[in-house]
């Protein structure tokens, strides 16, 4: 069992930048995909970004390339989120989620990953 907890959202303006972290109670979260994904009201959870294990590759989805960035702290089990040029259409809850898929293939379906954390809101006002 692997526990997530998400931090550092909040409410932005329009450009602005924000960083959100994922701690993990994993032994090693190299061992483990890490993914990013949010969701809005009455929409299915998307996928945001993937960190393959052992930071092999990283994935984004088209909506946000060139302005996330996932990346990971091995000594304290952290992942983050790096967003820039944050965009109104950005809003929503971001969720952290692991998973342990034993192939290199990345997956992009909420079902593939075995543990979420709660979840944090960003909003991004114009």
């Known amino acids: 069992q692997v526990t997530l907890v998400e931090s550092g959202g909040g409410l932005v303006q329009a450009g602005d930048s924000l960083r959100l972290s994922c701690t993990t109670s994993?032994?090693?979260?190299?061992?483990?995909?890490m993914g990013w994904f949010r969701q809005v009201p009455g929409k299915e959870r998307d996928f945001v970004a993937l960190l393959t294990w052992y930071s092999t590759n990283t994935h984004y989805a088209d909506s946000v390339k060139g302005r996330f960035t996932i990346s990971r702290d091995n000594a304290t089990n952290t992942v983050f989120l790096q967003m820039n040029s944050l965009k109104v259409e950005d809003t929503a809850v971001y969720y952290c989620a692991a998973g342990i898929w034993p192939f290199m293939d990345p997956r992009f379906d909420p079902s593939s990953y075995e543990y979420w954390g709660q979840g944090t809101q960003v909003t991004v006002s114009s």
């Open positions: 994993a032994r090693s979260v190299n061992e483990y995909h």
